[in-house]
């Protein structure tokens, strides 16, 4: 819930999921479209779905105990190295650095990392700055030094606990940075921004249930300026994997897509 959304909106939503779904056999057991209904507000509901599959696994091969090790967890719907790490520290109290966006930015600038560096180069700093004990601790303080202090846009250096050992702090003060536009430039026309427009123009195309995906690619031409076929056939190929639509004739060369009955 909380990789899309603010940790205020996303409070009384996981009081009122958990109330409905406390534990992984109601979880697995629930209609996906009560599910979709509960995410309302949250943001890609493939996540719903993928946490119903997790549940149905943890359910019946785990004993309704989720599994602890790395390979375990990667192997799980929806669950990759970040969430996977989140839940070794702050579920079992392992020792594994959580690199999340933030804190990702926090040790950029504390090593004077350049941006073409690899992902997998400050995972394995984080790994060897990992204090010997209290990691949960460690890890929630680089998240919200990055959440607060270090931020995207904007540092403070002056009360930063990390200032005397920081590679950009001894430069002084770091220019604020602006990611907005290029934040913008990337998601138009991404993947991300084609599965959203899609959804949205078949939820407005409900009553028909089958859409031609000329008449698609025509809809999104309408309301977007840009209809890449190839884009389109992507996304829609990606949202049927996640079970959010459905495909005719085949996968391949569909040539109409409807919202699935759970839906
Ligand atoms: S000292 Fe400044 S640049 Fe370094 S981590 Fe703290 S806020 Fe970020």
Redesign the pocket.
């Known amino acids: 819930m909380l990789q899309q959304t603010q940790v205020s909106r996303v409070i009384p939503k996981w009081y009122s999921f958990l109330s409905l779904y406390p534990n992984w056999a109601s979880l697995a057991s629930a209609p996906p479209a009560d599910l979709i209904r509960q995410w309302v507000g949250l943001g890609y509901n493939n996540r719903v779905i993928r946490a119903r599959k997790t549940a149905q696994i943890v359910h019946e091969q785990y004993h309704g105990r989720l599994p602890s090790a790395p390979e375990l967890l990667e192997a799980l719907p929806g669950i990759g190295k970040y969430t996977s790490a989140a839940i070794q520290c702050f579920a079992f109290n392992k020792s594994v650095p959580v690199v999340d966006v933030n804190v990702n930015?926090?040790?950029t600038?504390?090593y004077g990392i350049t941006t073409t560096q690899k992902p997998t180069h400050i995972r394995e700093l984080a790994n060897q700055a990992l204090p010997k004990k209290d990691t949960y601790e460690w890890n929630q303080a680089l998240m919200d030094?990055?959440a607060s202090?270090?931020?995207a846009k904007t540092?403070?250096?002056t009360?930063?606990?990390?200032?005397?050992s920081?590679?950009?702090?001894s430069a002084g003060t770091?220019p604020a940075i602006s990611l907005s536009n290029a934040s913008q430039g990337k998601y138009l026309g991404s993947n991300r921004y084609y599965r959203g427009r899609i959804l949205n123009l078949l939820k407005l195309h409900m009553q028909n249930r089958k859409l031609g995906i000329d008449q698609l690619s025509t809809a999104l031409q309408q309301n977007t300026s840009d209809n890449n076929m190839e884009q389109i056939k992507k996304a829609l190929q990606g949202l049927q994997r996640d079970e959010l639509v459905d495909l005719h004739p085949n996968y391949k060369e569909p040539t109409h897509v409807s919202l699935p009955k759970h839906l």
């Open positions: 930015r926090v040790l600038r504390f030094i990055g202090i270090c931020k540092i403070n250096c009360i930063c606990p990390l200032t005397q920081c590679s950009t702090s770091t």
